[in-house]
């Protein structure tokens, strides 16, 4: 039996809702659960980009009376409902383990426990599962370094070392073998939640995939949510003639990946069986430093604004951590198409033309994470 309907938690969020439009558009019927998380959606409505073909339900994913008959009614459930910040998770951690992995263990426990006809679950995970990427060691070969010491950032260190020699080690491509750690609640929950789907998912026979997103980037992205991405977050400080701010040299290595190559992937995550019962990493493939985006934005604008490179960082930061697709490629077919040039122009343009950007809470969240003391001094 084909899947003919989709449940999307969180849907009304950025990625959820660029994936409700795709599926709307090929002909699937698509009901999203979103609560309207007020830090995501400020006006407290549904998004003017909500899909009027698709029916909206405004509710809790930890909601059983709400989530259990949409759940029941869907032949595919993508649970992306998540509370979404590495910062803040570090301060609210009752509410983001509640959220992520209480959310999570709701649905497998309907999905476990009522008759239900759900042919796919995807669950939202995350590149945080990974703590820091991976690395090569001259000596030891490849190594997996786990968070810098305090010491270490103290005295602007910034590259990471190796575990067994302490020589400074390059960074390669994160494969999803890499061994997992995490450095904070929100890739702890990440974690729990990738986790639990796919073992739930194997002992019930359930297929469940778990895309791990490396930094998705493009339109909707919450500009003015200052615990969101770092592209969106210079972006708006851009448009509001500020200095963006780039901790430690700005030499971190990461990968960007457009929003539509996202949405790709996720459908031949449903569509597909190659890649069941895995995480998958969701990227470009391609590389580039933070101060190579901070330049890109400020070209792609026409400002003449310099980044302020802080030479300083937070506690929690990982150094470099960049995509190794090979999995998506060969389970799933799945071939980014979007250049950072065509994606970044794209995002630029309905960044100028969405009246929401304008404001700029950077300078308020920086405040908070200093009062927790997450800021290395
Ligand atoms: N954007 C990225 O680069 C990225 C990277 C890694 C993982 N992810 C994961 O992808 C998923 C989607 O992220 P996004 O960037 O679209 O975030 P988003 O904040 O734009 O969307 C999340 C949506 O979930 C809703 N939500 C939050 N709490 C809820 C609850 N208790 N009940 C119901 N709905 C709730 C919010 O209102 C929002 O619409 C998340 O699970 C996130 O952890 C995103
Ligand atoms: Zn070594």
């Not at 409505?45 to 009027?52: F, L, R």
């Not at 990461?254 to 190559?261: A, L």
Request: aromatic content about 8%; hydrophobic content about 40%; overall charge negative.
């Amino acid at each position: 039996m084909s899947i003919t309907d989709v449940l999307v938690t969180g849907g009304a969020g950025y990625i959820g809702s660029h994936l409700v439009d795709a599926l709307v558009a090929r002909d699937y019927r698509v009901t999203v659960l979103d609560n309207l998380e007020p830090q995501v959606h400020r006006s407290g409505t549904w998004p003017s980009y909500a899909n009027p073909r698709a029916t909206y339900v405004r509710g809790d994913v930890r909601d059983r009376s709400v989530l259990e008959p949409l759940v029941l009614a869907a032949g595919a459930v993508v649970h992306f409902g998540a509370a979404v910040s590495v910062g803040q998770s570090m301060y609210q951690i009752d509410r983001y383990v509640d959220v992520n992995t209480r959310g999570t263990a709701l649905l497998l426990d309907i999905l476990v426990n009522a008759k239900h006809r759900v042919q796919k679950v995807v669950v939202a995970s995350s590149i945080g599962v990974y703590g820091e990427g991976a690395y090569r060691c001259a000596t030891h070969g490849a190594v997996a370094p786990t968070i810098r010491p305090e010491a270490q950032l103290a005295a602007r260190d910034w590259e990471q070392r190796c575990p067994v020699c302490h020589e400074h080690v390059v960074s390669i491509p994160t494969g999803e073998s890499k061994p997992l750690y995490r450095d904070n609640i929100y890739s702890m929950t990440k974690y729990h939640q990738e986790e639990m789907v796919l073992l739930i998912g194997k002992t019930y026979g359930i297929p469940a995939v778990a895309p791990r997103f490396f930094n998705v980037y493009g339109p909707r992205q919450s500009l003015s949510n200052p615990y969101a991405g770092v592209a969106a977050i210079w972006l708006s400080r851009l448009l509001n003639g500020r200095q963006p701010v780039v901790f430690e040299d700005g030499g971190q290595l990461r990968d960007f990946v457009s929003i539509h190559d996202v949405v790709d992937c996720l459908l031949l995550m449903i569509e597909k069986s190659g890649a069941d019962f895995l995480p998958v990493n969701v990227g470009s493939g391609d590389t580039v430093t933070i101060l190579e985006i901070a330049a890109l934005l400020r070209r792609l604008l026409g400002v003449d604004i310099e980044p302020q490179v802080t030479q300083t960082g937070r506690r929690f930061d990982i150094r470099h951590n960049t995509a190794d697709i090979t999995r998506a490629r060969e389970t799933l077919g799945f071939e980014p198409k979007v250049s950072l040039e065509q994606g970044f122009s794209e995002l630029i343009e309905w960044a100028r033309t969405t009246p929401d950007v304008a404001e700029d809470f950077f300078d308020r969240a920086l405040d908070e994470l200093s009062r927790k003391g997450l800021l290395v001094s």
